[in-house]
């Protein structure tokens, strides 16, 4: 073989080596392997203090931050005179995840408790007057109003939680993440902190309920398993799932919502294998989804927790408890720790509501609870997390606000 034979051969395989890197290169960036949270879908967790002259719709920046399900971003705002109207955009589903629209509104629940307190951290108090009614089966897609906030200069004596929890609670509205990696399970959540986020809820309204005995504790892990096989058994939940699972630069900014691979749990080298191999089928995301719930979150989780209410298909009551599970979530980030709902024992609830058929979820639950009188809308994990949580994709306000 000459020279020239070897030159040239060497030449070839070069050239598509720098076009195989060269694609990599693309792909990477495409797929936001560099800078997972980069970009105007990210630009609101900057800007959630808002501006003066803004007036009453400043405290929205923060609001739009609140969790939501799936960060399905489920709310509309207007503003007139000293009253912001919270909407429920119907349109914004999980479909069969959710067929009451039950999560929707404990999404709006997290929207109002931010608002809260962005508002109050401006001299505001909050006067929240929910909508009254049950939430009904799969209703239509048009938006419907959920609440009504009147923003007014805070009374003497008022809301004293409000300000004994203030600033450093709002301080939290942009850190706060939903956290879904491994926890630190021999690192336990200080039992005093616990004690004082029981006493959040309270009467008539939502109870909070801290799960660490052993006993308890794995009762509550089968559940959560069991709910996520049920859950990715069913095609129709499956295919709602699935929908709102965002991948690569281009998907992530044209809908700026939805669960990214960055804030899936995956741990720094699987996410990066991840992002540049070609998507996987929806079998295999949901074959992932329960390994992750089995072997990392469940797994490695020191508490978990349930919300728990009189009737959770109440619209009023749902979004109280979302009040609830916000501050709590913004009280545990003040504290440095990590937290994820789990919510799938409940999801499948609602599923075996819709069908007609038994339920095995809600009485395992409510005997984990031990709270009779009330049932639960939520569950979730608390602790402290291996590695921080990336911010989700957020709508720009201007884009929730309407007339």
């Known amino acids: 073989m000459g020279a020239g034979m070897i030159t040239r051969r060497m030449a070839i395989a070069g050239g598509a080596g720098a076009l195989v890197l060269a694609g990599l290169g693309y792909r990477a960036w495409d797929r936001g392997v560099f800078a997972a949270d ?3 879908a990210f630009a609101p967790w900057a800007e959630w203090l808002g501006a003066q002259g803004e007036g009453i719709r400043r405290p929205l920046h923060a609001a739009i931050l609140a969790a939501n399900p799936h960060d399905t971003q489920p709310w509309l705002f207007s503003a007139r005179g000293d009253t912001i109207t919270v909407w429920a955009d119907r349109a914004r589903n999980l479909g069969s995840f959710d067929p009451f629209r039950r999560e929707m509104h404990l999404g ?3 929207a109002i408790a931010n608002l809260r307190f962005a508002a109050a951290s401006l001299g505001l108090y909050a006067q929240v007057r929910p909508v009254t009614g049950r939430l009904a089966l799969s209703p239509p897609d048009t938006p419907v109003e959920a609440a009504q906030v009147r923003l007014a200069p805070f009374p003497k004596g008022s809301d004293s939680f409000l300000r004994q929890h203030l600033p450093r609670t709002v301080a939290a509205i942009a850190a706060r993440h939903t956290n879904r990696g491994p926890y630190l399970r021999d690192k336990p959540v200080p039992p005093a902190l616990l004690d004082a986020w029981s006493l ?3 009467g008539e309204g939502p109870r909070v309920v801290f799960i660490v005995d052993d006993a ?3 009762a509550m892990r089968a559940v959560m398993i069991a709910a996520t096989e049920a859950i990715i058994a069913d095609p129709e939940m499956s295919a709602d799932s699935a929908r709102w699972f965002r991948t690569g630069r281009d998907e992530i900014e044209a809908h700026r919502d939805g669960v990214t ?4 749990g995956l741990s720094p080298w699987l996410l990066a294998a991840a992002k540049l191999l070609p998507d996987v089928s929806a079998k295999t995301a949901d074959e992932t989804w329960l390994t992750m719930t089995k072997e990392t979150q469940t797994a490695t989780a020191p508490v978990f927790g ?3 209410v009189r009737d959770r298909l109440d619209a009023a009551q749902t979004l109280r408890a979302g009040q609830l599970w916000q501050t709590l979530h913004l009280m545990a980030t003040d504290q440095g720790l990590a937290a994820q709902p789990i919510n799938q024992p409940v ?3 609602d599923r075996n509501a819709q069908l007609g058929r038994h339920d095995p979820f809600g009485l395992a639950l409510a005997k984990i609870a031990n709270l009779p009188g009330f049932e639960p809308t939520f569950t979730f994990r608390i602790g402290y997390a291996e590695e921080e949580a990336s ?4 709508r720009a306000l201007s884009t929730v606000l309407r007339g």
């Open 306 to 308: 349930t919300i728990l």
């Open 200 to 202: 959040l809820g309270g």
């Open 38 to 40: 980069e970009g105007p």
């Open 108 to 110: 709006l629940g997290c």
């Open 347 to 349: 999801e499948m609830i």
């Open 216 to 218: 308890r504790h794995a």
């Open 261 to 264: 691979m960055d804030t899936a």
């Open 391 to 394: 911010p989700s994709p957020r």
